[in-house]
Structure formats: structure tokens, C-alpha cells
């Protein structure tokens, strides 16, 4: 159902976490309904659920319409060849949102497999479609993608969902659980750690007696003694209530119990049982909010001199307030150079010391501080980098088409606009041998870079008589003599000739004194920093034609437009982190190259 004003969304189910991209999805879309997607989807990477979900968008109505209609079940390639993951997709629907409970209720079936054999979309399609209309299917499956043996039927109305549960044998009516009754399906059974090695199972069922009939028990070792699992159950199998009854007053009466003697010695441990995924994704959560705690005290430090001890750590940073650990990686990162994490007591202390040491040079090298960054949310933002610069990409190599932003993966087409430039410079105000004059044609654009104290021309119109296609311009410049951001600025004036080279770095030729890059950068960087802001729209633009020769400097000319399209999409924080010094720049730069070189062979 489609309302007034409503976007054309699909809602994608059961993506597979370590093998989806934009990249895959629009094949998928492609291959099974023709359909083209323009927009990358909205992937939501979220490390506590077993599935990554999507939105699509499809503006045009005729391939929403077909998408919606042949895009219902489909499948991911995964990276194995050969391997696929089945997949659902869903349009928009009110009636199938998570508030509609009573619907969702009355017009569900549940359907177990009568065998081992896999449940597939297509057979459940087929068995329900003669009892009546179906709103939604859904198998249900593991975070492996392996199926549970069960699944879902969702009937446009309440009465087709009766028929088919009265005339399929193996289908039943939907009855739901609230948590608190799917968590008393579990807590029947009960775990406990720190029993004695010596303990038999004997003796720790003696434990456990007085609480209940204990239905079974299951016990393993490890280094420092056992562990294990104890059901209790109503002898006579009627009464539900009673095993978590049991669990309940064992846990009241046993919680760290003392084993063994001393203030060393074992202490019993006894909790509600888990399912292992249950139990994981616990684990995670606590990590996650354990790390999130110490975000404002944790300082990762990098590009302090070699020669740094522990100590040396210890002493510098010391002076802003009491440590409370400090931890010196052994391992080096993709510079070459070891890091460090400080970790302070007070939150003050940590800000404080940051702020006095970042970009503080120390032996010829200048430090770099950052706070803390929590791993695993770390690792789902450079997926998400990863996975916008390689949609981009793979639009381009499908629609044929040119955007600004997509210059930073054409090496080939930078590579000839910079000797454009080049030549556009080097010639000066003289005529060029087809008897054009290079800063002398109409209708043309200009746009400002401050590189060197030089201004670069961006020709829009041909270059000459030659007919070679001019630059597309970019976003935000506008005609007669505008800047970005919409300020006047003064009009542009036949240039003097000009040495070769005078606007754009270049290597240092015979018998010259070599650029001081850094002092340019810095320069250069200073100029920028204060629009370096959200609000800004014309940042990626801006960042990345201030940074984009001093990469190519330090990366070489093939790498340089990819490494400038991942450093220009990352974070205003990280972005005013890296234009502080052009060593802060070295450093994103090797991250950027390591991150690319360890997805190598990842989809394009």
C-alpha cells in the first residue's frame, strides 16, 4: 500500500553481514527484476542483531511497481563462488509495522518442516497461495544462514489464515510469546562455574537437590575446575512454572557460595542458562558498553619517537593528571611506527593533555593523539567508506555518466587534467599553435585553489580549435566571477606569464631549491580549517583539492585519486585531525593504503 506523498521504499531482510555491499544488491536487483538503482542503499550495520537490513529506493513508479513484485525473495552472491544467501524484500506496508501487533497476530501461520529437507520460498508460495492472499513469507534461520526448520505465513486476512491452519497438517495457529515467556522457556535450565576439580557429579547434584527435581545434569572441566548445566522439571510433567521455580530459588540461595577456603578460593557462580548466540551477543554488549565507559579517559597516541619506553609514556603524559594505565603496543601500525593508549583517571585529565600535546614535535616528529575509537564501531565506518567509494565506482562503469565526485576514481581522467593545467600555465598568455588563446576564450568558469599562492583555471568551454573537451565543473561554482559559498569575488584578468609549474607543486628541478611542503601545507591547511565545518557543502570539493598533490606526492599518481576519495569522506573531526600537519596527513594516507590493500580482490 503506497500513500500520497510516500517514497518508493523497499525494505531488505536477512542480509548476510560479512558478505553484503550497495554493490551486491543493485546486481541482485538488476539480474532478477532489470531494475537500475541510482541511490546506494541504506545498509544498517548493526553489530548486535544476527542480519544486516536495507532500504532501497526506486523513484521511478514502473520499476517499483516490478521490483515490488519480483524482488520478494532473492538471493546475495556470497564471496565462496557458488554460495548464495537467501534474502527477502518487502514494500513499504503499515500494516506490517511492529506497532500493528494484533494484526500481525491474527493473520500469521506457523509452519514446521515435516523433514530435514531445506524450506524454500518458492514451495511455500505455491502450498499457501490456495488458501487465500499472501502478505509476507519469512523462513527462519540461523546467523549462519542455516534454517531452523520453521516459518512464517502472512495472509492478507485473518480468515485465509484459518483455513490454511485448519488444512495444512503441518501448519498450526500462530500463538506469540512476549519475552517474558520465551525467557521462562529457558530458564528451566540453570549454569554454574567454580566447582572444585575434585567434586563428582554426584556431589554437585547433592547441591542442587534441595531446590527441585533435577531432570538432568551435564558437567566439563577447565583450568580452574568445572563447570556445567543443571534442568530441573516437574516430575510429572504438568506444570510449567515449576523448573523456573527451582532455577530461581537456587540462584537466591547459591550465588557465591564458597568452595574452597581463603580469599583466594572458589566462590560458586550460578545464573539463568543462555543460548550460545544469546550468550555472544551478551558478551559483545558488555565489551561495548565496557569500552564506551572509558571513551572520554583513553587516548591513542602515535608517531612519538622510537626510542619512547612505557616509561617515557608514563612521564610526558603524566604531568596532566593520574594515569591509570598505559599500554605500549608492541606491533607496529601501517607507517612502520608503534602506538600507545594512555588512560586516565579523570576525563579532564584526558582532555586536558590532549590538548597540549596534539601536533607537538618531539625529536622531528609530531605527535598525534586521537580519542579512543571503539573497535568494532570503527570497523563498521570504514565498511561503510569502503562500500560508498565502490558504489560510486560501480555507477559510473554503469551509467557511463560523470559527477564531480566521481573524479577521485578516474585516475586516468585526473592524471589529464592535470596536464591540462600544467599546459595551461606553462603556455602563459602565448598562442597556442592552432591559433586559440588559452586564457583568452569565452564563457568560461573560475574556480579558486589556493596552491602556492597561484589560482588554477578550470576551462569550461573546448580548449581551442583542437576540439578537446573541456573539465566538468564543480558543484557550487558559479558564473560571473562567484566563488563557493556565494561571495563575490573580483573578476578574472588575463594572468602574466607564468614559469612552468608557478600554480602546482611539482618535483624540484636542476638547480633549484626544493619546496618546503610542509610549510605549504600548512599554509594552505590554515586557509581551509575554519570552513572545515558540517554545514559546509562544499567540503569533500574544498579538502580535496587542498590535499590532493601532496597524496599523489606521497602515494604516487595510481593510488592518489582513491586514497583522496576515502580521506575526503571521512569524519570533520578526522578531517581537521589530518590537515594539521602534512605528517598527520603521511599518517591517513598509509591507513588509507593499508585498508586498501587488505580489500584487495573485494567487489569493484
Not at 157 to 176: H, R, V, Y
Amino acid at each position: 500500500m503506497q500513500f500520497k506523498g510516500q517514497r518508493n521504499y523497499m525494505y531488505l531482510y536477512d542480509l548476510p553481514k560479512d558478505q553484503v555491499s550497495s554493490i551486491k544488491i543493485a546486481e541482485a536487483f538488476r539480474k532478477q527484476c532489470g531494475g537500475i538503482i541510482e541511490q546506494r542503499p541504506q545498509i544498517r550495520r548493526d553489530f548486535f542483531r544476527p542480519f544486516y537490513s536495507a532500504i532501497v529506493i526506486i523513484q521511478d513508479p514502473v520499476q517499483y511497481k516490478k521490483a515490488c513484485d519480483e524482488m520478494r525473495y532473492f538471493e546475495i552472491e556470497g564471496d565462496e563462488p557458488g554460495k548464495k544467501y537467501q534474502c527477502r524484500a518487502l514494500p513499504f506496508d503499515q500494516q506490517l509495522l511492529g506497532s500493528n501487533k494484533d494484526k500481525l497476530t491474527n493473520n500469521n501461520v506457523f509452519y514446521k518442516a515435516p523433514s530435514n529437507e531445506p524450506i524454500t520460498y518458492d514451495f511455500l508460495s505455491k502450498n499457501f497461495a490456495q488458501y487465500g492472499p499472501v502478505k509476507s513469507l519469512k523462513i527462519s534461520i540461523n546467523p549462519d544462514h542455516s534454517q531452523k526448520g520453521f516459518a512464517y505465513i502472512c495472509f492478507e486476512n485473518q480468515e485465509d489464515a484459518l483455513k490454511a491452519a485448519n488444512g495444512d497438517a503441518n501448519s498450526f495457529t500462530f500463538e506469540p510469546k512476549d519475552n517474558r515467556q520465551n525467557f521462562g522457556k529457558l530458564v528451566n535450565n540453570l549454569y554454574f562455574k567454580n566447582i572444585p576439580a575434585e567434586m563428582t557429579q554426584d556431589q554437585v547434584k547433592e547441591l542442587f537437590a534441595p531446590f527441585g527435581h533435577i531432570q538432568s545434569l551435564i558437567m566439563f572441566k577447565h583450568d580452574i575446575g568445572q563447570y556445567g548445566f543443571v534442568c530441573f522439571g516437574d516430575p510429572n510433567n504438568k506444570d510449567k512454572t515449576y523448573g523456573p521455580a527451582c532455577v530461581n530459588k537456587a540462584i537466591d540461595s547459591l550465588m557465591n557460595r564458597e568452595m574452597t577456603p581463603g580469599a583466594d578460593g572458589l566462590k560458586l557462580y550460578v545464573r539463568h542458562a543462555l543460548s550460545k548466540s544469546q550468550r555472544e551477543q551478551e558478551k559483545l554488549m558488555e565489551t561495548i558498553r565496557y569500552k564506551s565507559s572509558k571513551k572520554r579517559v583513553n587516548l591513542y597516541v602515535k608517531n612519538f619517537p622510537n626510542s619512547w619506553t612505557e616509561q617515557d609514556i608514563r612521564q610526558e603524559f603524566g604531568k596532566y593528571g593520574e594515569l591509570e594505565n598505559v599500554r605500549l603496543e608492541p606491533k607496529k601500525d601501517a607507517t612502520g611506527n608503534q602506538y600507545a593508549f594512555v588512560c586516565y583517571k579523570q576525563p579532564d585529565s584526558c582532555a586536558t593533555a590532549k590538548q597540549q600535546l596534539s601536533n607537538t614535535q618531539i625529536d622531528g616528529k609530531i605527535l598525534i593523539i586521537n580519542n579512543y575509537e571503539i573497535k568494532e564501531i570503527r570497523q563498521i565506518q570504514m565498511a561503510e567508506l569502503k562500500d560508498k567509494t565502490d558504489f560510486e565506482k560501480y555507477r559510473q562503469q554503469q551509467t557511463g555518466g560523470f559527477q564531480w565526485n566521481d573524479l577521485t576514481s578516474q585516475p586516468h581522467l585526473t592524471q589529464i587534467i592535470q596536464q591540462l593545467l600544467q599546459l595551461m600555465q606553462q603556455n602563459g598568455g602565448q598562442p597556442d599553435n592552432r591559433g586559440g588563446n588559452m586564457r583568452q576564450q569565452q564563457n568560461r568558469r573560475g574556480y579558486q585553489n589556493n596552491n602556492g599562492g597561484q589560482q588554477r583555471n578550470y576551462q569550461n568551454n573546448n580548449m581551442g580549435q583542437g576540439g578537446m573537451p573541456a573539465m566538468p565543473q564543480a558543484p557550487g561554482m558559479m558564473q560571473g566571477g562567484q566563488q563557493m559559498g556565494g561571495r563575490p569575488q573580483q573578476p578574472m584578468q588575463p594572468m602574466a606569464p607564468q614559469a612552468p609549474g608557478a600554480g602546482m607543486p611539482q618535483a624540484p628541478q636542476m638547480g633549484q631549491a626544493p619546496q618546503n611542503d610542509s610549510q605549504s601545507f600548512f599554509e594552505q591547511a590554515q586557509k581551509l580549517l575554519p570552513s572545515v565545518q558540517e554545514r559546509n557543502q562544499y567540503l569533500k570539493e574544498q579538502v580535496g583539492h587542498l590535499i590532493y598533490d601532496f597524496v599523489q606526492k606521497i602515494i604516487g599518481v595510481d593510488k592518489a585519486p582513491k586514497i583522496t576519495g576515502m580521506l575526503i569522506e571521512l569524519p570533520v573531526v578526522q578531517i581537521r585531525e589530518y590537515l594539521a600537519s602534512l605528517e598527520a596527513l603521511k599518517i591517513k594516507v598509509a591507513e588509507a593504503n593499508n585498508l586498501l590493500s587488505q580489500n584487495e580482490g573485494g567487489p569493484q
